[in-house]
T-cell receptor, first 112, second 118 residues
Framework: GENVEQHPSTLSVQEGDSAVIKCTYS??????FPWYKQELGKRPQLIID?????GEKKDQRIAVTLNKTAKHFSLHITETQPEDSAVYFC???????????FGPGTSLSVIP | GAGVSQTPSNKVTEKGKYVELRCDPI?????LYWYRQSLGQGPEFLIY????????DSGLPNDRFFAVRPEGSVSTLKIQRTERGDSAVYLC????????????????FGPGTRLTVL
């Protein structure tokens, strides 16, 4: 089955700096890669997603890149703000409407 | 509109007891997913329903776990003979599952049920 790895497990950045989280997946059949943000004690929320026929996608301060050959994908957050502090999960799925396999998470702290 | 709701929000039980966890999806969402999240880890897939039927139950850890969705809306996750290792937050999510080429299918999560087995 699919296995998603994620690093770093913790990340601390100064406000205004960029943050990068990297993930790898194992199943070449995976075709859909969502990213979720989970604040302490709250539910996961989708922040951006990308499909395998696209190499990069951007939404304001957030961008994702996908290298399907290498089975790597990354989340980039620019101009970080304290409210970006949370745990971020990358995930992979065979289709956009199938089960989602999550990575172990990255705890991001943005220091004011 | 109302989001995904789950009841109870917290459940404390004793080892060996039976528990039921309920999920009310967003109205009109045909797909429903159960995940389990242990402390410090990502959500772990358990089972996925499309309508009333289980489309994929490959994540259920053993036969003590069972889920139903008899009318294609509310779902109940049932755990028999609970063990301390079952302690976790159980998350439910729902989506429209349009399944059309080029369409996306965001999974909306509920607040979870925190299960503690003593």
């Amino acid at each position: 089955g699919e296995n998603v790895e994620q690093h770093p497990s913790t990340l601390s950045v100064q406000e205004g700096d960029s943050a990068v989280i990297k993930c790898t997946y194992s199943d070449s059949a995976s075709n859909y890669f969502p990213w979720y943000k989970q604040e302490l004690g709250k539910r996961p929320q989708l922040i951006i997603d990308i499909r395998s026929n696209v190499g990069e996608k951007k939404d304001q301060r957030i961008a994702v890149t996908l290298n399907k050959t290498a089975k790597h994908f990354s989340l980039h957050i620019t101009e970080t703000q304290p409210e970006d502090s949370a745990v971020y999960f990358c995930a992979a799925s065979p289709t956009s409407y199938d089960k989602v396999i999550f990575g172990p998470g990255t705890s991001l702290s943005v220091i004011p | 509109g109302a989001g995904v709701s789950q009841t109870p929000s917290n459940k404390v039980t004793e080892k060996g007891k039976y528990v039921e966890l309920r999920c009310d999806p967003i109205s009109g969402h045909t797909a429903l997913y159960w995940y389990r999240q242990s402390l410090g880890q990502g959500p772990e897939f358990l089972i996925y329903f499309q309508g009333t039927g289980a489309a994929d139950d490959s994540g259920l850890p053993n036969d003590r776990f069972f889920a139903v969705r008899p009318e294609g809306s509310v779902s109940t996750l049932k755990i028999q003979r609970t063990e301390r290792g079952d302690s976790a937050v159980y998350l439910c999510a729902s989506s429209t599952r349009r399944g059309l080429a080029g369409s996306y299918n965001e999974q909306f999560f509920g607040p979870g049920t925190r299960l503690t087995v003593l």
